[in-house]
């Protein structure tokens, strides 16, 4: 199974991107999905996840306020819009696919992995 992760770029102190995650290959509507980012240096971290139904998503501290995650089951795609973007957000993002029912931050309980897609916020 291959996840493909989009939308990545350079962007600007304040702007924003919007991420996009398509799994041709799964059962979309049969998980939860989150997105994680890794920044050169760092440890991966939890950025945000959606319930299979769409309806409770979780986030990083980091993140509430300025990131919204969404699934369209349709499409088969997941999507991570960043708002109000900081030098900070910078990393790799990755999309994936969690088979359970809820919603994790644990990265262990994510099955199928995208490639990632690069942010990077400069001036």
């Known amino acids: 199974v291959q996840l493909q992760a989009s939308g990545g770029g350079l962007v600007q102190p304040g702007g924003s991107l919007r991420l996009s995650c398509a799994a041709p290959?799964?059962?979309?509507?049969?998980?939860?999905w989150g997105w994680f980012r890794q920044a050169p240096g760092k440890e991966r971290e939890f950025v945000a996840a959606?319930?299979?139904?769409?309806?409770?998503?979780d986030y990083a501290d980091s993140v509430k306020g300025r990131f919204t995650i969404s699934r369209d089951n349709a499409k088969s795609t997941v999507f991570l819009q960043m708002n109000s973007l900081i030098p900070d957000d910078s990393a790799i993002y990755f999309c994936?696919?969690?088979?359970?029912?809820?919603?994790?931050?644990?990265?262990?309980?994510?099955?199928?992995w995208g490639q990632g897609t690069l942010v990077t916020v400069s001036s």
């Open positions: 290959g799964l059962t979309f509507r049969y998980y939860a």
């Open positions: 959606v319930t299979r139904s769409g309806n409770y998503p």
């Open positions: 994936a696919a969690d088979p359970s029912t809820g919603v994790t931050q644990r990265s262990e309980e994510y099955r199928y």
